[in-house]
């Protein structure tokens, strides 16, 4: 992906990206967060997905789920933006071992996502009266392996039966590492 790529699918001129961006590195960090940012939207913004939600460790399971859903329902509609978030997290990776700051674009990505993730499932679990047995960091971490591995196969093979049966899975997962208050 160049510079001239990204002017031309945003509509504006090359010398719009160039004036709005220090470098490729600044451009490839705000697509990033913006990407991160947008998947964190889909789950906040259907208030009902909070609604009543209900107490103890099945009510954590059905929240944490319908989150996910919300989730999955973003990824799903949007399966070039996926893509592209793997292709930046690889173009960091390559030109990481030659530039060390370049890292930072993925390291940057994941860490966003793993704090976006702490909050959404630490949330979970206020409103349910429950509390996690494991570190929220680790499962956050954890949530966003499986993921991760569920929109790449998923755009292999485009099986959303089987990546519904697998987020039903996640949830339980996710739900045995807590206990009501």
């Known amino acids: 992906m160049t510079t001239r790529d990204v002017a031309q699918a945003a509509g504006v001129s090359l010398g719009v990206v160039h004036y709005c961006f220090e470098n490729k590195d600044a451009l490839m960090t705000e697509l990033v967060k913006a990407l991160s940012m947008e998947l964190r939207d889909s789950v906040d913004a259907d208030d009902s997905v909070w609604a009543d939600a209900g107490t103890g460790i099945e009510a954590l399971q059905k929240l944490v789920r319908n989150g996910l859903e919300l989730m999955w329902r973003n990824i799903e509609a949007t399966p070039e933006r996926q893509l592209l978030t793997y292709e930046t997290t690889t173009y960091a990776l390559r030109e990481g071992e030659a530039t060390p700051a370049k890292i930072a674009i993925a390291r940057e990505q ?33 949530i966003l392996n499986m993921i991760d591995g569920m929109v790449l196969r998923w755009l292999v093979d ?24």
């Open 158 to 181: 485009d099986d959303s039966e089987a990546v519904a049966a697998q987020l039903d899975l996640l949830a339980e997962m996710v739900a045995a590492h807590a206990d009501s208050l």
């Open 110 to 142: 994941y860490g966003f996502n793993d704090a976006t993730v702490a909050d959404v499932i630490s949330h979970c679990t206020d409103a349910t009266s429950t509390r996690f047995t494991t570190p929220v960091t680790v499962l956050s971490r954890f």
